[in-house]
């Protein structure tokens, strides 16, 4: 009977030990798995802060080209003047060109 009664509890120390590995095992494949939600989690939040970062560089980058349309603007409106001064220059030059004409007769 000893012998029964000890093979028993030998397989029933198998039975507990194999079911503790298993249980071990499915730990260890949950610890690996939150482990990787948690490094994708520490990528996300380093890619969030790199496109935070360029979104407020693209945006300094707008502003810069809104100042330097602006400067063209101006430029162009200076432009204008400038056209239109030698525009009535050229005018004058022309009927100055016929009073000398004029007076030369």
């Keep these: 009977m000893t012998s029964a009664s000890s093979s028993s509890a ?3 120390f198998a039975e507990s030990k194999q ?16 482990a990787r939600q948690i490094q994708r ?6 890619l969030l802060t790199k496109a935070a970062r360029e979104m407020a560089s693209t945006e300094h980058q707008i502003e810069t080209s809104e100042e ?3 400067k063209m603007q101006l430029i162009a409106v200076h432009i204008g ?15 100055i060109n016929e009073q000398i004409t004029a007076m030369q007769r």
Aim: hydrophobic share 35%; proline share 0%; net charge positive.
């Design 10 to 12: 030998r397989n029933l």
């Design 19 to 34: 079911r503790l590995a298993e249980r071990v095992q499915v730990n260890m494949n949950n610890i690996s798995s939150l």
């Design 41 to 46: 989690g520490s990528k996300s939040n380093e």
């Design 68 to 70: 330097n349309l602006k």
């Design 81 to 95: 003047y400038q056209f239109e001064n030698i525009h009535k220059s050229a005018k004058m030059l022309t009927e």
